[in-house]
């Protein structure tokens, strides 16, 4: 099985960037605007809807305040479809001014790696000019 893992510091308290993580019903507003079309969540389901209309559905796994970690796995709709996908967010202090968010993803077959570590990447920076954005726009950066 192929893990990848992908760290970002955001300029953004863990508390700013944690409420964005774990509001699992709007990705398409707060975490990724623009690359997701539509987000739902139904029956412990999230439902995403991209520009061309290819809708994902993940199972939530876990919404854990008290460790700000957030779980999924993709289970239908992945392009490849994988044999197995499952994914986390972990939101984490960095110094007294930012977060880390680390983004985890353990996929079969391994042949996926390579793709999805791409993908992650290219996420990875446009979740955090989101979420660094909303910061500035409601005070919420630095803990502010």
Do not use: C, N
């Amino acid at each position: 099985m192929a893990s990848i893992r992908h760290e970002s510091v955001i300029d953004a308290s863990p508390e700013h960037v944690w409420d964005v993580m774990r509001d699992v019903g709007a990705v398409h507003e707060r975490l990724l605007p623009g690359r997701v079309a539509g987000s739902r969540v139904e029956d412990g389901h999230r439902f995403l809807t991209f520009p061309d209309g290819h809708v994902i559905r993940e199972l939530i796994v876990a919404v854990d305040d008290d460790i700000r970690r957030l779980a999924y796995s993709v289970v239908e709709g992945a392009r490849p479809q994988a044999g197995y996908h499952h994914a986390s967010f972990e939101v984490f202090p960095e110094g007294d001014r930012a977060s880390r968010l680390i983004w985890t993803t353990d996929v079969l077959p391994d042949s996926l790696a390579a793709g999805i570590r791409i993908r992650m990447e290219r996420g990875a920076i446009e979740m955090k000019h989101a979420i660094e954005a909303a910061a500035r726009v409601t005070g919420d950066q630095h803990g502010l």
